[in-house]
């Protein structure tokens, strides 16, 4: 252990190991990480549209299909894969990379039957399809319900990862550093919406994968190149494995002999291969049919050619933890068993604070471990990084569900600067209640997180899955005369819907009704429009004519001296008929759109590829 201490920094006290950074060059490194994310951020933002219901959520329909699939990639990878992927690596081997390669299989689903459904639908969050779909209440809420839940244990387990790897490295007050992560993030989030988030995911995605390459290229030097991680992971043993009259099984502390082997034994393994085959397929299904952020960001492309490309793109990216996450996790235990893979109560306290284990150190600990002085502090940067995407992407997906799904329903005649204001301010609630939920998930164990993150989608997804699956496939679960049948997929028939009054961008414009969210009066108002992109522009295709706004807002008046509620509703019908004879006239009907021959058979091609080579990774590592 003193060599160990001298070569790579580790100081030790009585109680816990000391693995914080203390160079000047990597908090310099990790300032201007912050700086650039932020100046990048504010050019997102002033260079995007975004005073749309249609701009905030769906980034007006205008991604290119690189910009989606770099934007999933980086919103589904958050600091528990690169903590929980790393950490069960070097406890079982990369059995647990093959989750990340079941997904891929749903992909081909996503991309090539529900996104076109949705899109046909003319939706943006899945509980409106159902809606949609179904035309009953209780399968609405029940599908509200679940998404709020799964949205809330996914900013769980990324502040709970997020602040350990934080306070472990940075060697800070855990509260200053998320305060400056989650204000860098809000900025961007609550004024630039979808656009300016994906932009600024593309940039975080590069440097995750950037700093990700650099880590997995200094540790597999280290340990030989990958025959040398073949030979010597099994023999990553702990010194220590006993104390007093007690003695570790050797099963608690020897790696698995089948550990670069994804299909394992039914009895024996882990992860059976029955479970990776069909039970872990069941639950990727959910990313292919019912994930609110993957489907959201689809939904925001230009065209069908730019979705698939989209799809296939984030395909080719989902191959990659396997290599840059799991597989450095296991380095880490070659080079440091008496840390990463402490089986002495005792010992493991002294490391990590913990007495079960400190397997979830495994990936912070090869970054302290073997990276050079200032690209430890890039490598804190790829962590927040990774922290960054994922929180923003969830802001703004739940920011959509809240707003659509929730608050229309209270204020159904809410105008669409409040649809705008309502939504940013709940982007801001959830900017708060991460910051207060820091002191549950410290005192909350944190090793085995991502297992239960696992377990819960494990329970739960499979009953929404069934749900969305009955819902396209089988055509007889139905409500009478409405619905969205299998049938009808290719169809360029527009579909029925339950609620023709409510379309999701048929909103009454911003001038239409008096009240708090008028057209403002005050400078600070019109700052703050301004600011967040809702101020009126010229030649505007959202705002009425001169004549039909006078008439409304005649109307309006009439109906406040008359004070009757026929007249309300009167006035709502002629607004919302108003607003969908526009919608019809701009809204983007990807059937409609002529795909090129020649690229949809490059798309096919390329989709044909990642087939193949994810049946080879398969075969390889069987």
Same mark, same amino acid.
């Given at each position: 252990?003193?060599?160990?201490?001298?070569?790579?920094?580790?100081?030790?006290?009585?109680?816990?190991?000391?693995?914080?950074?203390?160079?000047?060059?990597?908090?310099?490194?990790?300032?201007?990480?912050?700086?650039?994310?932020?100046?990048?951020?504010?050019?997102?933002?002033?260079?995007?549209?975004?005073?749309?219901?249609?701009?905030?959520?769906?980034?007006?329909?205008?991604?290119?299909?690189?910009?989606?699939?770099?934007?999933?990639?980086?919103?589904?990878?958050?600091?528990?894969?690169?903590?929980?992927?790393?950490? *069960?690596?070097?406890?079982? $081997?990369?059995?647990?990379?093959?989750?990340? &390669? /079941? =997904?891929?299989?749903?992909?081909? +689903? !996503?991309?090539?039957?529900?996104?076109?459904?949705?899109?046909?639908?003319?939706?943006?969050?899945?509980?409106?399809?159902?809606?949609?779909?179904?035309?009953?209440?209780?399968?609405?809420?029940?599908?509200?319900?679940?998404?709020?839940?799964?949205?809330?244990?996914?900013?769980? *387990?990324?502040?709970?990862? $997020?602040?350990?790897?934080?306070?472990?490295? &940075? /060697? =800070?007050?855990?509260?200053?550093? +998320? !305060?400056?992560?989650?204000?860098?993030?809000?900025?961007?989030?609550?004024?630039?919406?979808?656009?300016?988030?994906?932009?600024?995911?593309?940039?975080?995605?590069?440097?995750?994968?950037?700093?990700?390459?650099?880590?997995?290229?200094?540790?597999?030097?280290?340990?030989?190149?990958?025959?040398?991680?073949?030979?010597?992971?099994?023999?990553?043993?702990?010194?220590? =494995?006993?104390?007093?009259?007690?003695?570790?099984?050797?099963?608690?502390?020897?790696?698995?002999?089948?550990?670069?082997?994804?299909?394992?034994?039914?009895?024996?393994?882990?992860?059976?291969?029955?479970?990776?085959?069909?039970?872990?397929?069941?639950?990727?299904?959910?990313?292919?049919?019912?994930?609110?952020?993957?489907?959201?960001?689809?939904?925001?492309?230009?065209?069908?050619?730019?979705?698939?490309?989209?799809?296939?793109?984030?395909?080719?990216?989902?191959?990659?933890?396997?290599?840059?996450?799991?597989?450095?996790?296991?380095?880490?235990?070659?080079?440091?068993?008496?840390?990463?893979?402490?089986?002495?109560?005792?010992?493991?306290?002294?490391?990590?604070?913990?007495?079960?284990?400190?397997?979830?150190?495994?990936?912070?600990?090869?970054?302290?471990?073997?990276?050079?002085?200032?690209?430890?502090?890039?490598?804190?940067?790829?962590?927040?990084?990774?922290?960054?995407?994922?929180?923003?992407?969830?802001?703004?997906?739940?920011?959509?569900?809240?707003?659509?799904?929730?608050?229309?329903?209270?204020?159904?005649?809410?105008?669409?600067?409040?649809?705008?204001?309502?939504?940013?301010?709940?982007?801001?609630?959830?900017?708060?209640?991460?910051?207060?939920?820091?002191?549950?998930?410290?005192?909350?164990?944190?090793?085995?997180?991502?297992?239960?993150?696992?377990?819960?989608?494990?329970?739960?997804?499979?009953?929404?899955?069934?749900?969305?699956?009955?819902?396209?496939?089988?055509?007889?679960?139905?409500?009478?005369?409405?619905?969205?049948?299998?049938?009808?997929?290719?169809?360029?028939?527009?579909?029925?819907?339950?609620?023709?009054?409510?379309?999701?961008?048929?909103?009454?414009?911003?001038?239409?009704?008096?009240?708090?969210?008028?057209?403002?009066?005050?400078?600070?108002?019109?700052?703050?429009?301004?600011?967040?992109?809702?101020?009126?522009?010229?030649?505007?295709?959202?705002?009425?004519?001169?004549?039909?706004?006078?008439?409304?807002?005649?109307?309006?008046?009439?109906?406040?001296?008359?004070?009757?509620?026929?007249?309300?509703?009167?006035?709502?019908?002629?607004?919302?008929?108003?607003?969908?004879?526009?919608?019809?006239?701009?809204?983007?009907?990807?059937?409609?759109?002529?795909?090129?021959?020649?690229?949809?058979?490059?798309?096919?091609?390329?989709?044909?590829?990642?087939?193949?080579?994810?049946?080879?990774?398969?075969?390889?590592?069987?």
């Amino acid at each position: 252990m003193d060599s160990l201490k001298s070569d790579h920094g580790f100081t030790r006290d009585s109680s816990t190991v000391d693995l914080s950074i203390h160079s000047t060059m990597d908090t310099l490194v990790m300032t201007s990480y912050f700086f650039l994310v932020l100046f990048f951020g504010m050019w997102a933002v002033l260079s995007q549209r975004r005073g749309t219901v249609e701009d905030f959520f769906l980034a007006g329909q205008n991604l290119s299909w690189w910009l989606m699939g770099i934007s999933i990639y980086s919103s589904n990878t958050g600091s528990g894969h690169y903590m929980g992927l790393a950490g *069960m690596g070097a406890a079982s $081997g990369i059995a647990v990379g093959a989750l990340e &390669w /079941n =997904t891929i299989f749903t992909l081909f +689903v !996503l991309g090539w039957i529900f996104v076109p459904m949705y899109s046909k639908a003319e939706v943006v969050t899945l509980p409106e399809y159902l809606k949609k779909r179904f035309g009953s209440l209780r399968i609405q809420f029940f599908s509200v319900c679940f998404f709020i839940l799964y949205i809330s244990s996914r900013i769980s *387990m990324e502040i709970s990862f $997020g602040a350990m790897y934080l306070k472990m490295v &940075w /060697n =800070t007050d855990i509260y200053q550093t +998320v !305060l400056i992560v989650v204000t860098i993030t809000g900025l961007y989030t609550i004024t630039g919406g979808l656009a300016a988030v994906a932009c600024v995911e593309a940039l975080q995605a590069g440097i995750m994968l950037f700093g990700s390459a650099l880590l997995v290229a200094y540790a597999i030097q280290e340990v030989g190149g990958y025959q040398g991680l073949v030979n010597k992971y099994s023999q990553a043993i702990p010194n220590v =494995t006993q104390q007093g009259n007690w003695t570790a099984k050797p099963q608690c502390y020897m790696p698995r002999p089948d550990a670069f082997h994804i299909f394992r034994s039914c009895v024996s393994g882990d992860i059976p291969w029955p479970a990776l085959i069909l039970g872990a397929t069941t639950v990727s299904l959910f990313y292919g049919c019912a994930d609110q952020i993957s489907v959201q960001r689809l939904l925001a492309g230009k065209s069908r050619l730019h979705m698939k490309g989209g799809c296939l793109l984030y395909g080719y990216l989902k191959l990659l933890p396997m290599f840059l996450m799991v597989m450095p996790g296991m380095i880490s235990r070659i080079l440091f068993p008496d840390q990463v893979a402490c089986v002495v109560p005792s010992e493991c306290q002294k490391f990590c604070g913990r007495r079960t284990g400190c397997s979830t150190l495994a990936y912070p600990v090869l970054v302290l471990g073997v990276m050079p002085s200032g690209l430890k502090g890039f490598m804190m940067s790829t962590v927040c990084a990774s922290i960054m995407s994922s929180l923003t992407s969830i802001f703004n997906s739940s920011s959509a569900l809240l707003t659509l799904n929730i608050y229309t329903r209270i204020r159904p005649t809410a105008t669409e600067k409040e649809i705008m204001v309502a939504g940013r301010f709940f982007v801001i609630i959830l900017l708060a209640v991460t910051i207060v939920w820091i002191p549950t998930m410290e005192v909350a164990s944190s090793e085995a997180l991502f297992e239960y993150m696992l377990v819960f989608k494990s329970c739960l997804t499979p009953s929404v899955t069934a749900v969305f699956l009955l819902a396209v496939f089988c055509k007889r679960v139905n409500e009478q005369l409405h619905g969205l049948c299998w049938s009808l997929r290719n169809s360029r028939q527009r579909r029925l819907s339950l609620n023709k009054e409510m379309k999701w961008k048929v909103f009454p414009s911003s001038t239409s009704q008096q009240g708090m969210f008028g057209e403002a009066s005050t400078c600070f108002w019109k700052l703050w429009d301004l600011f967040c992109g809702l101020d009126s522009q010229s030649g505007s295709e959202i705002g009425p004519g001169n004549s039909t706004e006078e008439k409304i807002k005649a109307i309006w008046e009439q109906m406040e001296s008359s004070d009757t509620s026929a007249s309300l509703e009167a006035l709502a019908r002629r607004m919302a008929a108003r607003k969908g004879d526009e919608h019809k006239e701009r809204v983007k009907d990807w059937s409609d759109v002529s795909e090129s021959p020649f690229w949809k058979r490059v798309v096919n091609v390329i989709g044909a590829l990642l087939f193949a080579l994810l049946i080879a990774a398969h075969v390889f590592y069987a």
